[in-house]
């Protein structure tokens, strides 16, 4: 799950960067997060799913995910379908990888359905990627521009050894983002010339969900976007925007996504402001 923005997290110098260009059709920006001082009091951070894959490489005290204490060391992070609340305390170091939806699976080669939210990285998988070797190198001291150049060559070389990219998941994957979810599956199939079944097998497979579970993640992440920024607009307006036509579905897919009502999260996000200010 993707973090945060900056800003919100400016409290643990989070910093985000971008992959080099040969892998920005596959990665959407790795973070780092290195607390100056331990924090004393539990901080929760709410992160939303959009699809994506998350490697991460902890070196600081154990993280709590829907209060369950994470191993440390390096965690995979398969496709959510539900917002997780991460917990923080005492001492937070840790750097990241996110992966666009289905764009995994050619560094893992591995079905990304296979995968669960939140596991310590499989041993098998490091003849692929070897993120055992990676870990103990992002764990030395370098600076951000050394770890960053780190990832990028561990990333480049598996790609060497990755099997071809299927252009009908891209396509459709990017049909389904474009949209906002707004897409109906049968649409979606005929627009990329397969069957739904074929469809949904393979977008299973390479993205670890289903075309129409990626399409309600992709429409509840735009209805989240217009609750941050809709000013005075009313709920049922955002929800019309974000392609919601019936008040009380659009009430009942943002609370079985996210876990709080529209209402709810744009009230805990105004009360968060706040208390930054």
């Known amino acids: 799950m993707p973090l945060p923005t900056p800003q919100e997290l400016d409290y643990l110098g989070y910093r985000m ?3 080099c260009p040969a892998l920005r059709r ?6 780092l997060i290195d607390c100056a001082e331990p924090l004393i009091a539990s901080h929760s951070e709410y992160l939303h799913p959009d699809g994506g894959t998350s490697l991460v490489f902890n070196f600081g005290d154990p993280l709590r995910l829907n209060r369950q ?17 991460l917990q923080l305390t005492g001492r937070v170091r840790a750097v990241g990888i996110r992966f666009l939806p289905g764009m995994a699976y050619p560094f893992l080669q591995l079905p990304m359905d296979r995968l669960t939210e939140q596991q310590p ?3 098998e998988l490091n003849r692929q990627l070897p993120a055992s070797q990676l870990l103990d190198q992002l764990a030395e001291e370098h600076s ?15 790609l060497k050894r990755s099997p071809a990219i299927d252009r009908r998941v891209i396509c459709s994957r990017q049909l389904i983002e474009r949209s906002k979810g707004n897409l109906s599956m049968a649409a979606l199939a005929e627009r990329i010339n397969c069957s739904q079944r074929q469809l949904e097998r393979q977008y299973r497979a390479w993205v670890g969900l289903s075309p129409k579970q990626h399409a309600r993640l992709a429409r509840v992440g735009h209805a989240r976007q217009q609750l941050k920024s809709a000013g005075e607009l009313s709920l049922a307006e955002t929800g019309y925007q974000a392609g919601y036509y019936d008040q009380a579905h659009f009430i009942r897919e943002f609370k079985a996504v996210v ?3 529209p209402g709810n999260y744009r009230a805990r996000r105004s009360q968060r402001l706040a208390t930054t200010q």
């Open 121 to 123: 990285f499989p041993a």
């Open 144 to 158: 951000d521009a050394e770890r960053v150049a780190l990832i990028d060559a561990a990333l480049l070389d598996a």
């Open 259 to 261: 876990g709080i009502t």
């Open 26 to 31: 596959h990665v959407q920006n790795y973070w």
């Open 17 to 19: 960067f971008a992959p």
């Open 69 to 85: 204490p994470q191993a440390t060391g390096c965690l995979l992070g398969g496709p959510a379908t539900h917002s997780a609340e």
